[in-house]
């Protein structure tokens, strides 16, 4: 598990290092309350599915084993004001980005046995809610669990 946070903590730093540079007023973890539109363009971001990919043959109860965990990064935005397709765009740059060099370089790769992938992309859809538009980036973070 401590490396399932270490895989989080990165991708949540690496948006909230651009979060300015994107224009957003608002990026949160795990949140608990709804966004007011006022505060956006907005980005959510919480965790799905973690499943075991393979189990260890090691040990009767398959540890370590390599896990995957779905991310969703959730771009909400005020669609008068706001081109979703592109901010998701940039968006997806930040979650990749690793240096800030001249072309960019960009990786999933956070350290040994710990990378994210993109999964798929959702939207936009605009829940039914008069000027939103929102777009789902879903991320896979591959993962070693050490075990109980």
Do not use: W
Request: with cysteine; net charge negative.
């Amino acid at each position: 598990m401590d490396n399932r946070e270490l895989g989080l903590l990165e991708i949540f730093n690496r948006v909230k290092a651009e979060k300015d540079a994107l224009g957003l007023v608002s990026f949160k973890r795990t949140p608990t309350r709804p966004s007011e539109i006022n505060q956006c363009p907005c980005v959510f971001m919480t965790e799905g599915l973690d499943t075991i990919e393979k189990h260890s043959t090691r040990n009767i109860l398959g540890y370590p084993c390599q896990r995957v965990l779905d991310v969703a990064l959730e771009l909400v935005v005020d669609k008068r004001q706001t081109d979703i397709k592109a901010l998701m765009i940039e968006l997806r740059k930040s979650v990749f980005k690793v240096i800030d060099s001249d072309p960019p370089e960009y990786s999933g790769i956070f350290a040994s046995n710990l990378f994210i992938r993109e999964n798929r992309m959702e939207g936009p859809i605009g829940y039914g809610l008069p000027d939103i538009k929102v777009m789902r980036l879903i991320l896979d973070l591959t993962y070693i669990d050490g075990g109980l």
